[in-house]
Each structure stands twice: as C-alpha cells, then as structure tokens.
Nanobody
Framework: QVQLVESGGGLVQAGGSLRLSCAASGRTFSRFTFGWFRQAPGKEREFVARISLNGIIYYADSVKGRFTISRDNVKNTVALQMNSLKPEDTAVYYC????????????????????WGQGTQVTVSS
C-alpha cells in the first residue's frame, strides 16, 4: 500500500502561482511513477502531468509551459509548480501513484494508477 497526501491548494488570482505537494509513504518511493490529475465541477477527472521513476515527464497540452512536475526521492514528495494560473485551472487536484517497475508505460489515464490521494482544491479567480 501507498498513502498519498496532497497539500498546497488554495485561492489565487489569475496569473498567480501555487505549488502543490504530494507526500508518499508506505513503500519504496523511488520505484513509483506519480501523476497529477484534476477534476473540475461537472467534469471528468483529467490528466495533468506525470513523472516516471527515472524522471521521464509528460504534460497535458493545456498546462504545458505553465506547470512543472518534480520529485524528491529523499523527501518522498512529488511537487506540481503551477504558474500563470487561469480560471479554467480551477479544480480539485489529485496525486496518484503506480508501481513503475511492475507497470512501466506512459500512464496518462485514471485507470493507469493504483493509489490516489484525497485531493486539494485549487481556485483561480478572474
């Protein structure tokens, strides 16, 4: 089992920045692929970014150039730095994980991940 706890959400004006953090515990952090997803009211949960166990990164087109995902294998955390935020970025943001050794691959779908955090609310005002 892996436990994931997100933090860092909040209210910010358009054009501002937020940094989300996901703390992982329970198993060997370095073997996991981590993803960030978001879900706006009335919409399906969507892929935002992911970082593999060896640091390969993918972003959704909607956040490319504005968001940066990173991992710290010493602190067992995954971060999502969000810059130039827009009102359409408003959503609950979720951290997700899957065992990257047992399940290698791109992993951009919600069914590609086995572990999820509870989410953190991000609200961007116009």
């Amino acid at each position: 089992q892996v436990q994931l706890v997100e933090s860092g959400g909040g209210l910010v004006q358009a054009g501002g920045s937020l940094r989300l953090s996901c703390a992982a515990s329970g198993r060997t952090f370095s073997r996991f692929t981590f993803g960030w997803f978001r879900q706006a009211p009335g919409k399906e949960r969507e892929f935002v970014a992911r970082i593999s166990l060896n640091g390969i990164i993918y972003y959704a087109d909607s956040v490319k150039g504005r968001f940066t995902i990173s991992r710290d294998n010493v602190k067992n955390t995954v971060a999502l730095q969000m810059n130039s935020l827009k009102p359409e970025d408003t959503a609950v943001y979720y951290c997700a994980a899957r065992d990257g050794l047992l399940r290698p691959g791109v992993a951009r779908g919600i069914y590609d991940y086995d572990y999820w955090g509870q989410g953190t609310q991000v609200t961007v005002s116009s």
